[in-house]
């Protein structure tokens, strides 16, 4: 029976994280799918509330065995650790099922072992398997070596609980070798690492729950060569990979892995909800810079910077979202900045930066329910770049996004090319006729200033650029306004792309201690 009324079901904010929670909103209904979710929130006990982004509708669908269900679904970002929130929701429907709901929610405190934790300190030696016992919440375990330093051939967590690994060396020159494991954790963290492995850090299935990976640097075994490059290359190794719920990656340094930050696709992906990825320093993916496949809903990935990957970011399928990517920087990327394929669902790009050979804001085919907003991005001549199975950086197009989908929604976007005749379309339509507030035809040097565009694509870059927007840039205030994205706008209102022109740059990569 068609109903197009919304009958209002369950809410919840599942697996918090540091700086994000999500909220889940279950509903019948709403067949035309017009219904509308706004969302403000406050620190509890406070006076004033302020905006968020509203909440996604997320269709019910299936796709490769997996489920999702009818609901409103997002995040709210950029929040304090361990502070709880009230949260106001007002859900409108033309059709009837208005509604207002009011629920708290707690964000984790940034992971710290406390006085009460159990010191390993271990001697500085060269070590083949490090075996670790689980700790407790109030009484966690630490393995740390503060007298020098101590090398592992590998670091066994499978299974274990509320484990804190830093400051530990990882040297694993075994074909195929891992240097952490951590299959089946919960609550561990691993930080101020030094890993060298063909792949670094896994935690395949069961999954991990609410694990945290901080300021490590992981070393992989790939090289930034032609006969690399892409899914069908000669190459091996993950940085980063992890499946479960409420993990959250950041601020690493991660070099020369197949995909340097992960999670698990097909059979070996196990709930993966509300997880984040940010300010991680990324170079040399010869696949891609970070892969969410098969992620479900509320998964993050914002403030990275990407550099000489072969894909900046992938999400083949999302599995009806929202799988959020914003603020981050691409440069050098060679075959597709969104890998957005598979027939994903969900997917919202926001306030990117790209520049790349061949097609600049360019997404694979095919998706729907896709968002795009604020994002800024060039292309340029292709240099005759093929990959095995005959992939390549795409037509020579400022925007080229292949089958986007009829519920896909693109807008205020900025486009250029250099080196190249100016072409953009969404679909098939000329990006001047989809995006009613887009800027096209951009010139580089007019954005940018003192960077090249990478015309010698299979060479390493020398010197990450500064893709911030320069002075009098056709970019600058030119941004929709996107409640709790960027209502910190420095001018008139926010920049299109990843930076706002004259703010100092995010810090990308392990911080000092």
């Known amino acids: 029976m068609c109903q197009d009324a919304t009958t209002p079901g369950e809410i919840s904010s599942p697996y918090p994280t540091i700086h994000n929670l999500a909220v889940e909103w279950m509903i019948d209904g709403d067949n035309n799918q017009n219904g509308q979710v706004k969302v403000f929130y406050k620190e509890k006990g406070a006076d004033n509330w302020s905006e968020a982004m509203p909440l996604r509708r997320i269709v019910a669908g299936s796709h490769y065995g997996f ?84 090398i592992f051939t590998n670091i066994d967590l499978r299974h274990k609980k509320w484990v804190f690994i830093e400051g530990l060396e990882v040297k694993n020159s075994r074909k195929k070798g891992v240097g952490i494991i951590m299959d089946g954790c919960e609550n561990c963290s691993i930080t101020y690492c030094n890993i060298e492995a063909e792949t670094g850090i896994l935690a395949d299935l069961p999954g991990a729950i609410n694990c945290y990976f901080a300021d490590n640097t992981l070393q992989g075994v790939c090289t930034w060569k032609r006969k690399s490059l892409g899914n069908l290359g000669i190459n091996a190794g993950e940085g980063i990979q992890v499946t479960g719920s409420g993990n959250v990656i950041c601020y690493n340094r991660i070099t020369g892995f197949r995909d340097n930050i992960s999670t698990m696709e097909g059979p070996r992906a196990s709930k993966q909800f509300c997880f984040d990825i940010f300010n991680n320093d990324i170079y040399v993916a010869v696949d891609d810079g970070v892969e969410c496949d098969f992620s479900y809903s509320n998964c ?32 050098n990327i060679i075959h597709s900045a969104f890998k957005f394929k598979n027939f994903s669902v969900g997917d919202v790009a926001l306030h990117n930066t790209v520049v790349k050979v061949g097609a600049g804001l360019g997404g694979n085919a095919k998706m729907d329910y896709a968002y795009f907003r604020n994002n800024l991005a060039f292309g340029g001549p292709t240099h005759n770049i093929r990959m095995k199975g005959g992939y390549g950086p795409g037509k020579p197009y400022a925007a080229e996004i292949i089958e986007p989908g009829e519920h896909s929604s693109f807008d205020y976007d900025a486009v250029g090319v250099s080196g190249t005749p100016y072409k953009a379309f969404i679909g098939s339509i000329p990006f001047s006729e989809a995006e009613l507030h887009g800027l096209g035809d951009l010139q580089f040097n007019e954005v940018f200033e003192g960077v090249e565009f990478p015309l010698t694509p299979l060479l390493l870059t020398p010197i990450v650029p500064d893709l911030r927007p320069k002075k009098g840039s056709v970019v600058i205030d030119a941004a929709q306004v996107i409640p709790n994205i960027n209502n910190n706008f420095r001018g008139r209102g926010p920049d299109i792309g990843a930076y706002e022109e004259g703010e100092e740059l995010p810090h990308y990569g392990p911080r000092e201690k």
């Open 67 to 150: 489920n999702w269900q009818n609901r409103h679904s997002g995040s709210i970002f950029d929040l304090k650790p361990a502070t709880t929130y009230e949260i106001r929701l007002q859900l409108s429907d033309p059709d009837g099922g208005n509604a207002e709901k009011f629920i708290e929610a707690t964000t984790r405190p940034i992971p710290v072992p406390g006085e009460d934790a159990e010191i390993i300190d271990l001697p500085p030696d060269v070590y083949d398997t490090l075996h670790v016992k689980s700790g407790e919440q109030q009484r966690p375990v630490v393995y740390r070596c503060t007298k020098g330093k101590a």
């Open 300 to 331: 993050r990935v914002y403030r990275n910077r990407m550099t000489d990957c072969c894909v900046g970011v992938s999400s083949q399928p999302s599995l009806g979202g929202p799988t959020y990517f914003f603020r981050n920087v691409m440069y």
